[in-house]
């Protein structure tokens, strides 16, 4: 059972995929790409955050893919992406870039929804103009773009050095995670959900995050440590939507404020009360919604505009 790499029945269980590809990156990297859906629908690309995979988009895919085409991919060592030699937000954004390329006919556009890491995937490759040749609108959810350890509230105490220290000392832990127990989904839900998040979501969770590579959580621990994306915000110019749990310890809810009053182009601020940082599982409506309203606004309008 401590196998499983996600659950196998419920809502958060990954529905089977239309079809399948694979996605070369720029240095030959290999990324699992999933599609799912009508292929004429408008579509929707799905960017996971770290220590997760595909499976952590499962209800939005169920959800969207009855009228969209939902292309999700597993990041480079997630899932089942090959581990890769290079870890950066370089790296992130040539990923992003090749599945674009790969899942998206030439000029076809779609909205782009990124958690966590995910999000940070979306600033990386907000100047390329392969992003926006390829995206219409994008989602910001559960991300920041800089200072993550500083501002964590993983460890109760007050701001400061020593908190630092111990919370990337924590973040960056070699150790390995172990089978998922009732002790580690407590440790779970304390550091990435809020505190009313029902069993089933916090197993959901627990199986997908325990079942990253100790060597990749740790390799890409480093890159979020030093990341700083902030000048990229500039670049992120196609209409934004940005949400955040309240009760996000991990990446706190004024990350999202902050992005929201930085970007170019802010279509919305969503504040989920009581919800931590996996928002896709703890609130798989909201996040669903979100997807949808910035197709409806930008994808449909982008398309009708391209057709002579």
Same mark, same amino acid.
Request: aromatic share 2%.
């Given at each position: 059972m401590s196998r499983l790499t996600h659950v196998i029945s419920g809502p958060y269980a990954p529905p089977a995929a239309r079809r399948e590809l694979v996605a070369a990156s720029a240095d030959g990297s290999r990324l699992h790409v999933e599609v799912h859906g009508d292929e004429d629908a408008p579509a929707v690309v799905l960017a996971h955050g770290w220590t997760c995979s595909t499976a952590f988009w499962a209800a939005q895919i169920r959800q969207l893919a009855t009228d969209h085409r939902v292309i999700a991919y597993d990041q480079r060592g997630h899932g089942r992406s090959p581990a890769a030699r290079t870890h950066s937000t370089t790296a992130l954004a040539d990923d992003l870039v090749a599945v674009l390329g790969a899942a998206l006919a030439p000029g076809e556009r779609a909205v782009v929804a990124g958690h966590s890491m995910g999000g940070m995937t979306i600033m990386a490759a907000a100047g390329r103009p392969e992003f926006a040749e390829h995206a219409a609108a994008a989602l910001l959810c559960s991300t920041g773009s800089s200072r993550l350890v500083a501002q964590a509230l993983v460890v109760p105490l007050r701001a400061g050095r020593a908190r630092t220290r111990i919370t990337g000392a924590v973040?960056?832990? %070699?150790?390995?995670?172990?089978?998922?127990?009732?002790?580690?989904?407590?440790?779970?839900?304390?550091? +990435?959900?809020?505190? #009313?998040?029902?069993?089933? %979501?916090?197993?959901?969770?627990?199986?997908i995050v325990h079942a990253c590579p100790t060597g990749v959580r740790h390799a890409w621990s480093e890159v979020l440590a030093g990341l700083d994306l902030t000048a990229?915000?500039?670049?992120?110019?196609?209409?934004? @939507?940005?949400? #955040?749990?309240?009760?996000?310890?991990? +990446?706190?809810? @004024?990350h999202a404020r902050a992005l929201a009053a930085a970007l170019p182009h802010c279509v919305g601020l969503t504040e989920l009360t009581g919800m931590g940082h996996m928002t896709p599982i703890e609130a798989p409506e909201a996040v669903t919604n979100a997807v949808r309203e910035l197709t409806a606004r930008y994808l449909d309008t982008t398309e009708k505009e391209k057709t002579p």
């Open positions: 973040l960056g832990s %070699r150790a390995p995670l172990g089978p998922v127990t009732p002790v580690a989904r407590t440790v779970l839900k304390y550091a +990435t959900m809020g505190p #009313g998040s029902a069993p089933d %979501r916090v197993e959901a969770c627990a199986r990229n915000l500039a670049a992120l110019t196609v209409p934004t @939507a940005v949400i #955040g749990g309240t009760s996000d310890r991990l +990446t706190p809810v @004024a």
